[in-house]
């Protein structure tokens, strides 16, 4: 059975930090890239933040690009999203999620859609 279990999330004022993890199995993790997506009430999920298989290459939106980092362990099966400076537009649920990239040219998507493996989401609440 495939699994993508978060965890991390919370409440936090402005300008504080968090770390999402993500624990994946039942899949070959070295396979997939990996992304982070969030989504806040009455809106579409967006992306945020990817890495490819090996980690080496990293994505960002650009409402995040300096304040949040993506990493993985292909040793742990684990994903991991380092968040600083936190802001009240951050608040949603963050959602990890896992791409087969057996079947793109490309090391990683910014498309929601591509993504083949999808965690419960953990809540992240910024206040001001």
């Known amino acids: 059975e495939v699994q993508l279990v978060e965890s991390g999330g919370g409440l936090v004022q402005l300008g504080g930090s968090l770390r999402l993890s993500c624990v994946a199995s039942?899949?070959?993790?070295?396979?997939?890239?990996i992304g982070w997506f969030r989504q806040a009430p009455g809106r579409e999920r967006e992306f945020v933040a990817a890495?490819?298989?090996?980690?080496?290459?990293?994505d960002y939106a650009g409402s995040v690009k300096g304040r949040f980092t993506i990493s993985r362990d292909n040793i742990k099966n684990a994903i991991y999203l380092q968040m600083n400076n936190l802001k009240p537009e951050d608040t949603g649920v963050y959602y990890c999620?896992?791409?087969?990239?057996?079947?793109?040219?490309?090391?990683?998507?910014?498309?929601?859609?591509?993504?083949?493996?999808w965690g419960q989401g953990t809540q992240v609440t910024v206040s001001s």
């Open positions: 999620a896992a791409r087969d990239n057996g079947r793109y040219w490309s090391e990683w998507s910014v498309l929601a859609v591509e993504y083949d493996w």
């Open positions: 039942g899949f070959t993790f070295n396979d997939y890239a």
């Open positions: 890495a490819s298989k090996n980690g080496e290459k990293t």
